[in-house]
């Protein structure tokens, strides 16, 4: 892959050598080229759609701690070498040199979490302009309410070259897919929305007649009770969330604190609680890189670290932060495969993947929520956000039903939960065994944008701060 | 910034696409550069140097439209480039709607790209050892901070940067616009007895010497103090003063509603608004892009349309809708601008008030802060927020609030208006003072 950027492994050296020379004791290159792709269906038309390219090399400098970074958007030897001297005064900061990084472990043979038997590149774009239009066939055929549908494909590849001043060569070839669907309904005079999607690391294999067939299914599931849907009375309550998406819990209230950059500079609310008990016995939360074909799948981090599955609470006990490079060696561990970043403009830094809760054993959804005398149940959401030092967590929950001496009652709709994370994951009272990942198009803001999925068993909380009239 | 040489690659960009058969091409060439000092605990934590360069092609081919970018400008690679895009804008389905913008509504006052001043000469004098002494030197590490409630983090960020932006269109229409901004932000993280609070403060200019850092880090750290003990109240109804830090996230969605998209797509609670008294007699929200040495000021939008100075809200009437020209010929309405380049929402009962002012006209309720979450639902107008800030009673602050949640419906939060203050902070893109409303759900 070298001959895609113009580059040969003498020259890789010399510009590692370059960004060494002011001191640093590390220096790592990362090159990309990506080419994204989209298709816009709206009106129930294809009638616009694009690509976009984009192509550099970032060049990171570490003495002790500290980064110095840099980046060129052409990838000739001059521009190289100057981004890396660019990168290299970080050496002149003061800073300690840091302990000699290790050799990164290798790749097990086969582990190829990006399954793709048809190119991206080769595929035939004109016959997903007709797939998107049988899509908007499909959706309007399921509901006459249906008034406006937006589907928007698009799909990128990115070679990824990677070296390092340990001299390891890694190189990655990283597929993504992703299917948006918003609909807009009209019943009488009241309009209401709905927005599904599915996203995967794969080739265009994955737009199948199975995933089309979910996605206008989703669409217009649960119009009735949408349409009936009202704010609940706010307050602290019980609630239950449901399998899959609810994930986003663990990914906002939980996973940003565990990443370890926050806990090394001290900001983290789970700082300094590393082997405590953070939640009843049984529970395991992971993140994990492995997940074939996920939105959160690595087969490398942008750090040429082999993805990996990470515990990081396991049975109740806190067991691992998120780490990158800097902050392994920091703590004195292993690297766990986090170092990510949007693109070549950015330094990596920890952050999650695909980060879920394994199954528990104390039954299922309906057994939960039969528990419940008075709660609320939750299995639609958009955004979420946490403060790390304070711990507070909060996230936006499109439908769900109110919880009345163990049944579902009223539909409920647009309202936001906060809660904080210690203390959430404290009252978590009973797990499912009925773990799902959710394959939509999540993405991680944390100062650059990542794509991650999330997951998690239907879970009961005993205590959450619910918004309401 | 821009080169002549990167021009001169545009234009024939430009002259290539027409001759490949592309009927009508906008091309936009924008180049930045942006170097940043952030420090971790009164030390350089991190230096980082950025240069970016991006030419995005509009082609409009047989009918059809596509929308394309790259960031390898090179002439070979652009005719490649364009002979690759100019095939999948053929794949497309046709749409009668699409064209450019006619070159009477285009900006031709915008030739040297500093016609509004924001471009500083000094930005070319600022060494790396400036940006490390000016990022250093804003530090309050083991300044601030006490026994009880030490500062267990502070991350700084000072950076500089210069974005030069340049449109050509097949019309005829080139517009530049070329602005400098100076930054520098700070969080604090504050322990007292085992528990973290944090608090944040920024400043930016186009002018350096305009960037006052000396008490960013003390502002930051106050904010910090300020919540330790927090709680959230009783759920209820309570007036609603929101301060200018935070208050655009009250105004956006209605902006956002008045987007032709939204409108054409029936997502947006501002429907058939257009003349109509929808809001209170106090909301009044002009546009003022054209506003000389102020940042976001801009004289052209993304088309290349002329911002005009302007009500978007007048008295409670919406009076324009963002309409731009393939919505136009969409809705059939008269074209307008893409978006709001740089809202400003009036002062209101009075001109002068300020945060205390609006606190003590209110006497008793919640000031907010700052939002944690929360989303707004475009089709109906539904909203729901976390919240965090200050009971106020009295006029005077009473005690720190987190953990609530705010509830309610744009239209009706709107109704309740109390005041608008008078204290926007010039450096913000959106210039909304303190507001306040009465009678909102807040859930704690």
């Known amino acids: 892959m070298t001959d895609r950027f113009g580059l040969d492994s003498n020259q890789l050296q010399s510009i590692v050598a370059e960004g060494m020379r002011g001191g640093g004791d590390w220096c790592d290159l990362y ?45 000739d030897l001059p521009s190289l070498l100057g981004a890396a001297r660019s990168a290299a005064c ?133 119009l009735d009770e949408r349409f009936a849907a009202r704010r609940p009375k706010g307050g602290k309550m019980k609630v239950v969330m449901g399998a899959g998406a609810s994930g986003i819990l663990l990914h906002e209230a939980m996973g940003h604190a565990f990443e370890a950059d926050f806990n090394r500079k001290g900001q983290s609310i789970f700082s300094d609680r590393m082997g405590s008990r953070i939640c009843r016995k049984g529970i395991n939360i992971i993140d994990d890189g492995t997940l074939c074909a996920s939105r959160g799948a690595v087969n490398y981090d942008d750090e040429g670290v082999p993805g990996q599955k990470t515990y990081m609470v396991e049975d109740g006990v806190l067991s691992s932060y998120l780490h990158d490079r800097i902050s392994a060696r920091w703590f004195g561990v292993a690297p766990t495969g986090n170092g990510r970043r949007e693109s070549f403009r950015y330094n990596p830094i920890p952050r999650m993947r695909a980060t879920y809760m394994e199954s528990g054993s104390d039954g299922t959804l309906q057994d939960l929520i039969g528990s419940v005398d008075k709660g609320i149940y939750v299995d639609q959401f958009s955004n979420g956000q946490v403060k790390i030092g304070e711990g507070d967590f909060t996230f936006y929950v499109k439908s769900g039903f109110l919880i009345e001496k163990g049944r579902l009652t009223m539909p409920v709709k647009d309202i936001n939960i906060i809660g904080n994370g210690p203390q959430a994951l404290a009252d978590i009272e009973a797990v499912a065994s009925d773990l799902r990942i959710d394959e939509g198009t999540w993405t991680c803001g944390k100062e650059q944008s990542v794509p991650v999925s999330c997951g998690i068993p239907s879970v009961l909380i005993k205590n959450l701060t619910v918004g309401g009239e | 910034m821009i080169t002549n040489e990167e021009l001169s690659l545009t234009r024939d960009a430009l002259k290539y696409a027409l001759a490949k058969g592309a009927s009508q091409v906008r091309l936009t060439l924008a180049k930045s550069k942006e170097d940043l000092v952030a420090t971790l605990n009164g030390e350089v934590d991190r230096v980082t140097s950025c240069l970016d360069r991006s030419l995005s092609i509009a082609l409009f081919v047989d009918g059809r439209f596509g929308s394309f970018s790259t960031n390898k400008i090179t002439e070979d690679g652009l005719k490649d480039f364009i002979d690759k895009a100019i095939g999948m804008t053929r794949m497309l389905a046709p749409d009668q709607f699409r064209k450019l913008p006619a070159l009477e ?117 106050e904010k910090a103090v300020a919540q330790i003990d927090s709680d959230a109240m009783d759920s209820g109804k309570y007036n609603m003063v929101i301060d200018s830090e935070v208050a655009s996230k009250v105004v956006s969605p209605l902006l956002a509603a008045l987007s032709a998209y939204s409108i054409q797509q029936n997502n947006s609670f501002l429907i058939d608004s257009l003349g109509k008294r929808i809001f209170p007699e106090g909301l009044t929200i002009m546009d003022r892009p054209h506003i000389k040495g102020q940042t976001c000021s801009k004289l052209f939008d993304s088309e290349g349309v002329r911002t005009q100075e302007g009500p978007i809200i007048e008295k409670g009437v919406v009076k324009t809708y963002f309409v731009n020209t393939y919505m136009s010929g969409k809705l059939g309405m008269e074209p307008t601008v893409e978006e709001a380049t740089r809202p400003c929402v009036l002062p209101w009962p009075v001109a002068g008030l300020d945060r205390d002012a609006i606190l003590g006209k209110c006497s008793e309720g919640i000031l907010v802060t700052d939002f944690n979450g929360g989303n707004c639902n475009s089709a109906t107008g539904d909203f729901s927020y976390g919240v965090e800030g200050f009971y106020f009673k009295d006029g005077k602050i009473r005690q720190p609030v987190s953990g609530m949640v705010v509830t309610g419906n744009f239209l009706r939060l709107w109704s309740g208006l109390i005041a608008a203050g008078d204290d926007a902070r010039p450096c913000m893109s959106k210039l909304i003072p303190t507001l306040a409303f009465a009678d909102v759900d807040f859930s704690g």
């Open chain 1, 90 to 222: 970080i050496a002149q900061s003061g800073a300690q040199a840091g302990k000699a990084f290790a050799a990164t472990p290798l790749r097990r043979p086969g582990n190829d979490f990006y399954p793709m038997k048809e190119d991206w590149r080769r595929a035939d774009a004109a016959s997903f302009v007709e797939m998107l239009r049988r899509l908007d066939a499909d959706i309007r055929s399921r509901d006459s309410r249906v008034l406006k549908v937006v589907a928007m494909l698009s799909y990128s590849t990115s070679q990824i070259l990677m070296y390092n001043s340990l001299g390891e060569l890694t190189e990655d070839f990283r597929p993504l897919g992703s299917v948006s669907v918003t609909v807009v309904f009209k019943q009488g005079e009241q309009i209401e929305k709905n927005s599904v999607s599915r996203s995967l690391r794969m080739g265009s294999e994955m737009l199948s007649a199975e995933v089309f067939g979910d996605l206008a299914s989703r669409a217009v599931a649960g």
């Open chain 2, 105 to 221: 509504r285009c900006c031709s006052e915008a030739v040297t790209g500093n016609e509004l001043g924001l471009v500083d000469p000094e930005y070319t004098n600022v060494s790396p050892e400036d940006r490390k002494r000016t990022a250093l030197g804003a530090s309050v590490y083991g300044k601030e901070g006490s026994e009880d409630c030490r500062i267990v983090s502070e991350e700084g960020e000072y950076s500089d940067s210069i974005y030069d932006t340049i449109i050509l269109d097949s019309n005829g229409l080139e517009c530049r616009h070329t602005e400098n901004s100076f930054d520098y932000g700070v969080e604090v993280t504050v322990e007292h007895e085992g528990e973290k609070y944090s608090g944040y403060w920024w400043e930016s200019s186009s002018r350096a010497g305009q960037l006052d850092l000396s008490s960013c880090g003390r502002k930051a750290f």
């Open chain 1, 31 to 75: 090159f990309e080229d990506t080419s994204y792709c989209d298709l816009l269906l709206r009106d129930s038309e294809v009638s616009s759609g694009g690509f976009h390219v984009d192509y550099g090399c970032g060049i990171r400098v570490l003495k002790g701690d500290r980064t110095g970074y840099a980046y060129s958007e052409t990838c």
